[in-house]
């Protein structure tokens, strides 16, 4: 079952900065609105701190707040490097890679289907071993 978002009918706003100070160094993750049909999750990622290669059925977007990133798709052979205040997608069925770029960490604020998560059964999709 998924837990609700830091957002709902009695909250309606965040600060960024605020869960960033109550979360503190990354990597974290906040669910901050969960409803039936969309989520947004703001996720604060380190330099060196690996993710894995997957896909989703449904796209999905982000919003990048801080820091520098690297995104790989398996349908683009170059890496598209996007920096605060850009706006990342990706389409669905097919599979991306992120990686934080520099000595800082970044935050990306996701936003994707309810219920929907990683998916690594097609060839290049690869789970990070934890």
């Avoid at 599979?95 to 060839?123: C, K, M, N, Q």
């Amino acid at each position: 079952m998924m837990r609700p978002g830091l957002l709902d009918l009695n909250t309606l706003t965040a600060r960024l900065a605020e869960i960033k100070e109550r979360k503190g160094p990354p990597p974290w993750v906040e669910r901050v609105v969960v409803t039936d049909q969309f989520t947004v999750t703001a996720i604060c990622q380190a330099p060196g701190h690996p993710n894995d290669h997957h896909y989703h059925i449904y796209d999905e977007a982000w919003i990048i707040a801080e820091g520098e990133l690297s995104w790989q798709y398996e349908h683009s052979p170059e890496p598209h490097v996007v920096r605060a205040g850009d706006i990342v997608f990706a389409p669905k069925n097919h599979w991306h890679h992120i990686e934080v770029l520099g000595d800082r960490p970044a935050i990306r604020v996701a936003v994707s289907v309810t219920g929907e998560f990683h998916r690594y059964d097609r060839p290049g999709c690869k789970p990070v071993s934890r």
